[in-house]
Structure formats: C-alpha cells, structure tokens
C-alpha cells in the first residue's frame, strides 16, 4: 500500500497498533550471534513452530532482529511480551522454547542467567546502557517496513514537513549532536554550512565504510536497522534542499547492502523515498554505493571520489565539501550512526537530546567492546561514561583474572591509554585530551599480556598497507616506522629508536595531507607516551609482557603455583616439568618463549623476565 500523506501514515500505524501481537521470538541476527550459528537456531525454530501447526492457535512470530549485544554469551533469543532473555541458544533447545514460551508463556530457565530477572536489563552489561540507536533491536525485524512504523518510525519526518526546513535544522543545530563518524565535528555546523552555501544540486552522503579492526557498529545498524538511517537522509535532504543522496557501504559488508537495498525498494513503494514524498511534492532519491574496501575512502574527500567512479585518494581541503564536494557541488557527509540520531532528536527536540550525554557531549555512542574481557559485544553508552564502568561493569572486567593493562580508542588511526584511564569519560574531547580519539567507536580491551609495542607495530603495519601514498610524509614515514618496530619487537632494536620513533612520529602528524596520514602517528605516540619504558626495554631486547619471541624466560612463582598442570599441557616443547601435586619449573634449554604458558596458567603465577643470557 502506497502512503500519500502523513495523516495516511498515521491512520496505517494506527491500524498496526490495533492488529493482535501475540507472542514474538527474537533471534539475534547480529554479526556475533550469526557466527556462533543464529541462522541454524532461527531456522529450527521456525521449523518447530510449523511443525506443530501454531498458525491455527496462536498468534506468533519468530524472527531474526538486530544484534542483541551480548556477542560473548551468543547466540541470543529474546521473547516477547514477556522479555525473557536467552543465552547460549542452540538448535536442539527449540523444541523445549516453543512448547514452553511461545505456547504457555513459560520460562526455560537453563537458558537465562538469573530466573529471578530474566530479562536482559538487570543483567551488568546491559544495567548502564541506554539503547536508543539500537532501541529496534529485539523489537523489529530488520528491513519490515510495518515493524518500523509500529515502532515510531517515520513520526520525525512527518514533523519535519510540519515545521519546515529551517526549524528543522535549528533542531538539529540546537542539539549539539556531533558527528559519530571519529572526528566529532559539530553535526549542526555542517548544517548550517550547506544551508547557505551557493549552487546546485545538493547531495546527502553517508558513510557506511567501516574500517577499523574489530569494529562492527555501523555493520550492526545498517544490517539491524536500516530505516533509521534512510529515514535519517530524508530528514536533511529536506532541511537542505538535497533530491539526491548516496550510502556508500564497503563491499565486505554484503549483508548490510542488501538490507539496505530491500529498505530502499521498499520505501519508494510506500511513497517514502522517490517522487512526492507523502503527497508533500519532496523528491528524494538514495543509491547505494559499495566501496572497495580501500581504509583511506574513510576521509571525506576520498570517499566523494569513489562514488564520483575515481581512485580513493584524498585532496587538499582548501575548499569545504559544503561549497564544493561531491561533482565539485554543494555536499554534506556524516556517519550512517549520526544520520541515525536524525529522527530522534527532530521527534524529541534538542533539550531531550542534550539531557542525555555530558554537557559538550550529548547523546549516546555506539561502541564495540572487544579484547581481554569477559563480555564482548556492541554497547550504546551515554557519552562521558567512565571507562571503569565500560571494563568493569558492562565488560565484566579482564579476562582469567589478569591485570587490566590499556584501552585502544579511534581503530588503527586511534591510540591507546594506560590504567589511569579506568577513570576517563568515555566523549571525544576527553579521549583526545588523552592521545587517542574516539573513532567510529572500536574499543580493544588489553590485559598485562599485551605488549604496547607490538600494539604499535600491528597497528602501522596495517596503516602502511593502506595508506594511498600520495603524500611523502605518509608514504615514506610509516614503511621505515614499521621497520623500526619490527626489529623492536624481534629482539634487533637498537638504543636510541624510541626517542627516533617519537620524534619522527611526531613531525608526521604535522605535515601529512589528509586525517589518516596526521592521525597515522597516534599508535606510536600515545604508547611511548604511556608506555615508553617498554621501548626501552625491547631496545635491550626484553620483552615483559611476554609477547615478542625469544625476549623473555617464563618464569614460575612457586608459591603462586598450584601445581595444576595447564602450563604444562600447553606447552609444545615440553619445556615443563614436574610432578603432580609439586609447583613446575621451566627448562631453558628447551623453552621457546612461545607464550602458551602464560595464556594458560589460570593463577597468574607465571611472569616475563629477562633472559638468564639477556
């Protein structure tokens, strides 16, 4: 049915609010839950519902819906009305969720944390978050478009037409909404650039090219939630005059493109996407645009220059992508996350919006918790949560009872920051105080098993691959860095490399072309900032974290040994010895300083030292 007035879409919502519920199963379709084998537990599911012929007595659905979060306590079934939150489901637990839950209502309650709260938020994870970018995910399912308009969905757009292009913008503006794309540049001033710039057409563009290792946020919108953000570019199209807008989306990210593209199809045919929006005579058009993969199609001007069918290297920004970007014409980009926000901040107004968040940081953030801890998965904080409360409580804290050692913030361009940091605010000025940077939100938690400079070396190497190398700072500093690291961390540093790294590190931050080449430097910065005693170190060769091969001897704490014997099967040289009961010892002669003792041990007796030769 094709919609031709917002007072039609209000009567057709009204009409699925009326409309019987029933009983819903939500299976995460996340990218976690789905690698731990959702898909199987979705399928058996549906299998067992039909199976017993339900569609003649009840009124139920079983459906994928948006990544639930969790990701380490994967795959995750929620159920509603009554929330009951599952862990660990698996394709032989269907038989017992359908005849207990989806028919009587009934809890399994092997299959939650705590019977006495079954629902997810009185569990530690989900206790500080505020859900209201992924407030569909356990809702709706993604891509139906009757589920989005159940659930709120098209309201702001409807109000935008009301109040008109400029109210609709100072809302945005008022707001101090900034953008979740890494740099956090005020969202509102990028408005009120394009609103006065000169020339047409317009163009909305939003970046969906998601870079950063172990980063999966945006993935998880586009694939959990894809109206929001085409709902979101509708919004500014047409607060700024723009009929025409793109998403530009990596090629790795099939699943994202398809929702995506299902959502867009099935926009135009309800008459919210296209020719005449709602009867309202707004034409606005959105393509899809898949990226290469190339990490430097990130920054602005590079990524204006794949759609426009060019090779993705970057310009100088003497003139703004306001006055001249996408075809030299007027454009304006913003993260697929910020044009998320959209909706929700024209529905609620900007006094709403910034009751949430700190004060030069309102909102919340998505973030993608990975790394040494207990809980993994996609979290949306408010922005100025403490990162204690981010490792402690929401992560459940380290891993095996180790040491908590340093966040890394921003991906490969971010930086990272010792256990002092445990009492940082989670915003964009804070962590950029500090020597990192937000970034799209990627979060590595790291235990004293991490060796910072091996850190600094993982992260250059991957920013030398794909660095375009149109400017010398960036091309050549960053191969001779990684050199430089590499013998660092293979026991062939020489004295004086750290005070090198730095200073060179340093001069590349300056003089670089674009945000990747003078963001390049932050690995190496922020760790011999915080961590520059280890540079020493491996400049003699030792490595106390226990990481760089044959840089260490693991040595037993006999007293701390409880002569458990994990060490010992896990090492591949027999380099252990012992007797049951009696606390181990290593051998030199045979240890090569592999690490595999120092990951098993489940007491910590075990620690780095310098080599009896060394």
């Known amino acids: ?119 997810k938020e009185h569990l530690p994870f989900y206790e500080p978050q505020n859900r209201l970018i992924m407030r569909r995910f356990g809702q709706s399912s993604p891509g139906n478009f009757d589920d989005y308009i159940r659930t709120g969905g098209y ?57 950063d290792p172990g980063a999966f946020m945006n993935r998880s919108l586009m694939e959990g939630d894809p109206f929001s953000i085409i ?41 919210l996407l296209g ?4 009867g309202t005579g707004f034409d606005f058009h959105l393509l899809i645009v898949e990226g290469g993969g ?17 090779e993705g290297i970057p310009r100088v920004k003497y003139v703004r992508s306001t006055e001249a970007g996408l075809w030299e014409k007027p454009t304006i980009l913003q993260n697929v996350e910020t044009w998320a926000n959209i909706p929700l901040i024209v529905l609620n107004g900007p006094d709403w919006f910034k009751s949430i968040g700190a004060p030069q940081n309102p909102g919340t953030k998505v973030f993608s918790l990975v790394g040494e801890v207990r809980n993994t998965g996609l979290v949306e904080l408010p922005l100025g949560t403490k990162v204690s409360t981010l490792v402690n409580q929401v992560g459940g804290g380290v891993h095996k009872g180790r040491k908590f050692k340093a966040i890394q913030s921003g991906g490969p361009s971010g930086g990272c920051l010792p256990e002092s940091a445990l009492s940082l605010p989670l915003d964009f000025d804070n962590l950029t105080k500090a020597g990192a940077m937000m970034g799209s939100g990627g979060l590595i938690i790291m235990d004293d098993l991490s060796c910072m400079v091996d850190v600094a070396r993982y992260f250059t190497g991957f920013l030398v691959e794909e660095s375009c190398g149109k400017c010398a700072p960036c091309r050549e500093a960053l191969p001779l860095f990684h050199k430089i690291l590499m013998d660092l961390t293979t026991g062939k540093g020489q004295k004086g490399d750290t005070d090198f790294l730095e200073s060179q590190a340093k001069t590349l931050s300056t003089t670089a072309l674009c945000g990747l080449g003078q963001s390049a430097a932050n690995p190496i910065l ?13 400049e003699e060769g030792y ?67 310098r080599r009896p030769n060394a």
Request: glycine content about 10%; overall charge positive; hydrophobic content about 35%.
């Open 275 to 278: 020719k005449d929006i709602l």
């Open 526 to 538: 922020s760790t011999i900032k915080y961590f520059r005693q280890e540079y020493l170190e491996h």
């Open 543 to 609: 490595c106390r974290s226990g990481r760089c091969q044959d840089m260490y001897f693991p040595k037993i704490d006999s007293e701390a040994c409880k002569a458990c014997g994990a060490c010992q099967k896990s090492c591949p040289t027999s380099a252990i010895e012992g007797k049951k009961k009696e606390p181990r010892l290593v051998l030199v002669s045979k240890c090569i300083s592999c690490g595999s003792c120092l990951k098993s041990c489940p007491f910590c007796a075990i620690s780095a030292q």
């Open 294 to 310: 190339a990490f430097v199609c990130g920054e602005s001007t590079a990524l204006m220059a794949s759609i426009e069918g060019r």
């Open 1 to 119: 049915m094709r919609l031709d007035s917002p007072a039609g879409l209000k009567d057709f919502k009204e009409s699925l609010l009326a409309a019987p519920q029933g009983q819903s199963i939500w299976v995460c379709g996340g990218p976690g839950c789905l690698a731990a084998g959702s898909q199987v537990v979705f399928e058996a599911l549906q299998y067992e519902a039909f199976k017993r012929e339900l569609g003649h007595k009840v009124a139920y659905r079983v459906e994928l819906t948006g990544c639930l979060g969790l990701c380490e306590r994967g795959p995750l079934v929620e159920c509603s009305p009554q929330g009951f939150f599952y862990e660990k489901v698996s394709s032989n637990d269907a038989p017992e969720i359908i005849d207990k839950t989806l028919m009587k209502g009934i809890l399994v309650e092997r299959l939650v944390t705590n019977p006495q709260k079954p629902n």
């Open 155 to 211: 309201e702001a757009l409807c109000l935008a037409f009301e109040l008109g292009p400029i109210k609709t913008s100072k809302r945005v503006e008022d707001s101090g909404l900034r953008g979740r794309g890494g740099g956090g540049f005020p969202t509102g001033l990028k408005w009120q650039a394009l609103r006065e710039a000169k020339g047409s057409p317009r163009y909305i563009l939003a970046n969906g090219d998601e870079g």
């Open 231 to 271: 709902e979101g570019l509708t919004i500014g199209a047409f607060a700024l005059g723009a009929s025409q807008g793109y998403i530009y989306v990596r090629h790795e990210y099939p699943l994202s493109v398809l929702r995506l593209k299902n959502a867009i199809e099935e926009a135009e045919d309800r008459g």
